[in-house]
């Protein structure tokens, strides 16, 4: 079996006129704001003029703890997304729009894959239509507003030692992670040490995911903190005046955006929160409108379910009052026989011969991971169903043993091939689905508001991570204390750790226990609405290697891009 | 008499469709791509399809030189556009789009004024089509590449003390002029001094600006410079493998943008250089598609006639090989009194009450810079046309006293009412325009591409400055002489000096003689296409001032923005 690449499959699909697409999802086309041919902003007044439509399914696509190659969450959102159309059923997809920066760093696309993949891929890996630069504009702003409040006097009392608040821009660039600025003489600024992160890392970049409507995108940027005083007084944008200008830069960027799939399913791409410091999860807005725009809203959650599952039920869920109605569970013969301890894996290099024979035994020894993650679907009240993603490598002995795994947890399975079919190879995925979101719905959140910001860290550890207990350096204890003496205790919780272990050490395969889970530090995004303890090595701009994508795309004088993927 | 705020008169303007603008100028909608309601990119395969229909006369708007309040060019160049329309011809207009970053400065639009505005002013003024982010992401791209050329082991052999490619932002932030970047460890690059421009002084946005179409774009890029060897031999985009993915970013970017007056007058605006070390001017192909649209295409070029005027003729029409038929030469009362020397102007504060005093003597006291810039446009064989913009403080003997110093000069000379009167206001410049464009062109470059240097920089100083000859610091000396040594020698010259006098020192008012002109440093944009001699303290970063608009600026939950002007 031989499939086209990427590119050769996205150049050859047909796309529908966005009104189509509109009218699949009953969406009026006077709420479509087009930008160019085969992309459309979505007016927010769509919400209210839909909200008394029948409520869609609302399912979450998650996965087992991935290897560093990832196992196709992305690929399984737009597969499944099509598949229900092959099953008398009308989907609607919402995923994150990828950040540019490492678009030019390691080659490999963010559009899904083969058969399942949202079209033009260009435009979703490039630019689309600018939300992210509306971010890093915004953020920007207010960085110069702070240095700016700095050096006309300081009116809000900013200990320069404790601002928090750093630049961000959409590029990997590591020479930017630690800089000084503020240099040159008396009318050049302040100096002092700061930093950029990636745009997607940037606050501003989680208040527009977890916004409901644009006056709470005002009021969160406003709540944004970008330092302390020397008593330890938080100073917001608000404070410093910087959140106006900031939402009128977002105030465009806040409409999601609407695509398409190969197979003509409607896709609501919106927003790119970082998945370990932030959310990792598409907006709300987005998922506002997806809900009343068919049978199924499939969307994506970053990273293993550990990770994103887990934050968009206790923050975005949290967030927006929606419920979800089951949980897809990505796993792949590939995933699991690593986490039998066996093998290991490394981006950029072939895979190792042994990890591709037939061997389902490796399978069940690796098992415990699956078993976790579904348990952890379950304690939140939400029906997971296992969806095999099949490789061409993969043998029909090793897709049983992970049929046996989820059914031994009483959860439905089904293997998808729709990386090499498109939306029929999903379409037994999409019938357990189905059957998954019919049962009544439990959820229920994992922690209450009111719970400590030590409870709630403890809480996460112990239940979704298997950790025995949490340690906090002394650095997180002043950090939670600060927070709560600010009354930002009420705020839910993102832990930032790794995401190649459901434990906090990036080392440990399987579903690790007999741990416990060191908090180096404890940061807040108050105007996002949560607090992140950090447990390990966070990077927040990445940087290019040595032969990056950037070397290799460009454009041809009749404008065909090349070298993307 | 009293006219509305800007703001008032634009939010009550009725817009026409974007398909009956582009009928307007018998612009195929097809090669229209849409964004939003209100405003449209045009598809550069306009350019192929309008080439043979009739050429339409080719204006530029310049002006005396100005205080620094501006004279209302931009007003002009709009109230001109929309003129046309009001003696039965058809006029179209090509202006720059601003950058953000002073928008959240110093209040004050870019959009023109009164009843000669572009509209929507909030696209216009806030990411419009997202061009000016296009440039930002292309540009850092090529800084992310360079460092991490160097820290990949600088195979092109840069000398990291002779990089001299920095990054930008499209904000005002004093505190990013002058930065060490590549701190914090072996991980995170290689340490060394670096800085940020604002985005509308970046070499790709004069590329942008400079380019005849896609090919051309790309190969620009390529020849971007950015750093030297210890051999002095130049170190390109292209050497570093950056370029295709710069021109990847850039290639939407290249489509011009189409907007309307109030008037409904086609308004094209695309890319924005900066006035002093780039050329000011509108982009080409903007004015390639311009140019077969109607009747009169009107565009406006930055500061003085000295300065965006010369740059127009010599850098922009030598690159694009269009040929001008006519210059208006914005002259206002209040600008020939100050350069009588007998008031000074100050930005921010009130203008001194004897200023608005009636005295036509003290207009012909200031009219020596008004008499060269006149004869800055003959010398280039442009027939001038001096449009007299009214203020509601004039006296009619002192627009007299203009007309009387435009025609001992030979030149036309028209009073325009535009700002509070829209096109009918500056129907008397559109028919001393008209009659100007209709002279046979006489049209000449200043100097040859292959003249030294250093003739160039002479010629445009003695000639168009009135300057007795230049002297050049020693460390102009070696650059001009590795531009040479390197084969820039043939571009063309870009003098980096004040826009507030016809000289290279700011306080000199009117025509200065007897002095010589003094040149720092000089710098190479060699993918622009132009050498830059800096002549003077050039900021290429704003700050924000002590009660910047930033901190003005509002949405409302209705997603109205307020305080923008």
Known sequence: MSIPSDLDIAQAATLKPMDDIARQMDLPTEFLERHG???AKIELEAI??????????????????????????T?????????????????????????????????????GGG???????????????????????????????????LYQGNAAGLDPYRVTWRRVLDVNDRALRNVVTGLGGRMDGVPREAGFDITSA???????????DLGELRQRLGRIVVGYTPDGDAVTAEDIHAAGSMAALM????????????????????????GNIATGNSSIVADRIGIHSGDFLVTEAGFGADMGAERFFNIKCRTSGMSPDAAVVVATVRA?????????????????PALLEENPEEVHAGAANLRKQIENMRIHGVSPVVCINAFPTDHPSEHQAIREIAESMGARAAVSTHFADGGRGAAEV??????????????????PDDAPLREKIETIATKVYGADGVDYAPAANTSIDLYERNGFGNLPVCVAKTHLSISSDPKLLGAPTGWRMPVREVRASVGAGFIYPICGDMRTMPGLGKNPAAHHIDVKPDGTIVGLF
Chains 1, 2 share one sequence.
């Not at 209210?48 to 979450?60: F, I, W």
């Not at 079209?119 to 702070?146: I, Q, R, W, Y």
């Not at 606050?203 to 977890?210: G, K, N, P, S």
């Not at 960027?253 to 799939?261: C, I």
């Open 75 to 111: 690929t399984t959102t737009v597969g499944l997304g099509q598949a229900f159309s092959h099953i008398g059923k009308r989907g609607v997809v919402a995923i994150r729009q990828p950040s540019m920066g490492p678009t030019f760093g390691i080659k490999g696309g963010a559009a």
């Open 336 to 352: 699991l026989k690593v986490h039998s301890g066996n093998h290991k894996i490394v981006a950029g290099k072939d895979l190792p």
């Open 37 to 39: 041919t085969d992309v």
């Open 430 to 447: 999409a019938e357990a689905v189905a059957e998954a979101a019919n049962e009544p719905s439990q959820f229920q959140l994992l922690y």
């Open 115 to 149: 058969y399942s993949q949202v079209v033009p891929m260009e435009k979703f890996n490039l630019h689309l239509t600018g939300d992210f630069h509306a971010v890093t504009s915004a953020h920007n702003l207010l960085s110069a507003v702070l240095d700016n409040h």
């Open 202 to 212: 940037s606050e501003v970049m989680a208040v527009l995911a977890l916004s409901n």
């Open 48 to 73: 209210e003029a839909m909200k008394d439509r029948p409520r869609a399914k609302y399912v979450v696509v998650t996965a087992v703890t991935p290897t560093p190659l990832g196992e196709g969450k």
């Open 251 to 274: 105030r465009d960027a806040l409409k999601p955006n609407l695509m398409q799939t190969l197979e003509n399913t409607p896709v609501l791409v919106h927003a790119g929160p970082f």
